[in-house]
C-alpha cells in the first residue's frame, strides 16, 4: 500500500517568514494529494490540493509543489501569521469515482512566533 | 463543502463495555469513512462505509472489534466494541466531496477515553 513520510515533525518560523512542510510517496499510481491542517481540539480541514496533472498550485499564501518523478510533494506558506499555528497533514491517494482512500504523513506541528 | 455532525463529542467509557458513535450528513454521499486518531498521531482509517453492502475494513482492523452501520445515504454508526484503555483515541467519520468524491470533509469527531 501507499506510504506517506512528512518532515519536518516541528518547525518553528517568525512571524513573516515562510514556512516549508515536505512528503514523499511510494506510489506511483497516487494522483491526489491533498493538506489538511489541525488546529488544536480541531477537526482537520483542507486548505488545498493538487493532482498529478499539475505541477504547482496557489492559493494566497499558500502554495504546493508536485514532483511526480521524485515523487514528493511540498506546502510552503509565505508571510506567515500567528493564526497559521497548527498541525499540517500531506495525504495521497489513488482517485476513483467511487471516492478516495487517503494515507496521510504523520503531520508537522508549525509555529509560528511573533 | 459538507456539514456533518458526529456525536457524542466525548466520552469516558469502562474497559469491556461498547460505545456507538453516530455520523449525520447534511446531504447524500456515495461514500463515508471512519478514522481514528491517536492523541498527537496522525489519522489512520478504520473502514469505508458503503450503503446497502458490508463495510470494507482496512489491515489491522476487523468486524468483530468496530462494527459499523449504513442505513441510508446520509448517516452511518461506527461502534467500538469490548473497549480496553488502547482504544482511548478520536475517532472521526468523514465524506467526500467533489467531482470524484477526492476532498474529505470531516466530523467534529468523538474523542474517547478508555478507564
Known amino acids: 500500500g501507499e506510504n506517506v513520510e512528512q518532515h519536518p515533525s516541528t518547525l518553528s518560523v517568525q512571524e513573516g517568514d515562510s514556512a516549508v512542510i515536505k512528503c514523499t510517496y511510494s506510489?506511483?499510481?497516487?494522483?491526489?494529494f491533498p493538506w489538511y491542517k489541525q488546529e488544536l481540539g480541531k477537526r482537520p480541514q483542507l486548505i488545498i490540493d493538487?493532482?498529478?496533472?499539475?505541477g504547482e498550485k496557489k492559493d494566497q499564501r499558500i502554495a504546493v509543489t508536485l514532483n511526480k518523478t521524485a515523487k514528493h510533494f511540498s506546502l510552503h506558506i509565505t508571510e506567515t501569521q500567528p493564526e497559521d499555528s497548527a498541525v499540517y497533514f500531506c495525504a495521497a491517494s489513488i482517485e476513483s469515482g467511487g471516492g478516495n482512500k487517503l494515507t496521510f504523513g504523520t503531520g508537522t506541528q508549525l509555529k509560528v512566533e511573533l | 463543502s459538507a456539514v456533518i455532525s458526529q456525536k457524542p463529542s466525548r466520552d469516558i467509557c469502562q474497559r469491556g463495555t461498547s460505545l456507538t458513535i453516530q455520523c449525520q450528513v447534511d446531504s447524500q454521499v456515495t461514500m463515508m469513512f471512519w478514522y481514528r486518531q491517536q492523541p498527537g498521531q496522525s489519522l489512520t482509517l478504520i473502514a469505508t462505509?458503503?450503503?446497502?453492502?458490508?463495510?470494507?475494513?482496512e489491515s489491522g482492523f476487523v468486524i468483530d472489534k468496530f462494527p459499523i452501520s449504513r442505513p441510508n445515504l446520509t448517516f452511518s454508526t461506527l461502534t467500538v466494541s469490548n473497549m480496553s484503555p488502547e482504544d482511548s483515541s478520536i475517532y472521526l467519520c468523514?465524506?467526500?466531496?467533489?467531482?470524484?468524491?477526492?476532498?474529505?470533509?470531516f466530523g467534529s469527531g468523538t474523542q474517547l477515553s478508555v478507564l
Open positions: 468523514s465524506v467526500g466531496k467533489g467531482a470524484t468524491n477526492e476532498k474529505l470533509f
Open positions: 506510489d506511483s499510481a497516487s494522483n491526489y
Open positions: 493538487i493532482r498529478s496533472n499539475v
Open positions: 462505509a458503503n450503503q446497502g453492502s458490508e463495510a470494507t475494513y
